[in-house]
C-alpha cells in the first residue's frame, strides 16, 4: 500500500523555502559569472593579446624604418624583413607577415585579433599608421576606442 506524504508542519515549510532561495542565490550567481564576469576576462585577454601583437612588430617596424631612411622610399624598405611566429603561453601564436612596402600584417588566431601597420614617409622619416580588428579589443594607437 501506498501511503501520501504527511502534510509539512511550518517548520518544515519555512526549511524548504529557504533551501529553494538558496538554491535559487546559487542559480544566479552561476549565470552572473557566465553573462557578466566571463565575457570581461575575454575581452582583458583580447585587449592583452593586441598588446602583444602590437609589440611583437617593433622589430620589423625598425627595420623597415632604417630601409625607408636610406633609401628615401618606401618601396623595397620591407624587401628581406622577416619576423619568426611565437608562441606566447598566454596568448597562443602570433605570426607577421611584412610586404615589400613595409606594410607589416599581424594575426592571433586563439583571439580572433588581426592588426595592420602601414608606413608612411613624410620629409624622411617613417610614420606608422596601426589599424586592427576587433576594434574593442585595440589600444587607441591602433585604431581602438579609447
Not at 611583437?56 to 636610406?70: S, T
Not at 600584417?105 to 580572433?112: D, K, V
Request: with cysteine; glycine share 12%; aromatic share 4%.
Amino acid at each position: 500500500m501506498v501511503s501520501s506524504p504527511a502534510p509539512l508542519d511550518s517548520g518544515g515549510r519555512e526549511k524548504m523555502r529557504i533551501a529553494l532561495l538558496a538554491v535559487a542565490g546559487i542559480a544566479l550567481a552561476g549565470f552572473l559569472i557566465v553573462a557578466v564576469v566571463m565575457p570581461q576576462l575575454a575581452a582583458t585577454e583580447a585587449r592583452d593579446a593586441a598588446q602583444a601583437l602590437i609589440a611583437g612588430a617593433e622589430q620589423a617596424k625598425q627595420q623597415v624604418d632604417a630601409a625607408a631612411a636610406k633609401s628615401g622610399k618606401l618601396d623595397g624598405a620591407g624587401a628581406g624583413v622577416k619576423v619568426a611566429a611565437r608562441t606566447d603561453p598566454k596568448h597562443g601564436e602570433m605570426k607577421w607577415v611584412v610586404s615589400d612596402n613595409g606594410a607589416i600584417r599581424g594575426w592571433n588566431e586563439q583571439n580572433a585579433l588581426e592588426i595592420t601597420m602601414t608606413p608612411i614617409l613624410q620629409g624622411g622619416k617613417t610614420g606608422w599608421n596601426c589599424r586592427g580588428y576587433p576594434v574593442s579589443a585595440m589600444p587607441p594607437s591602433c585604431g581602438g576606442r579609447s
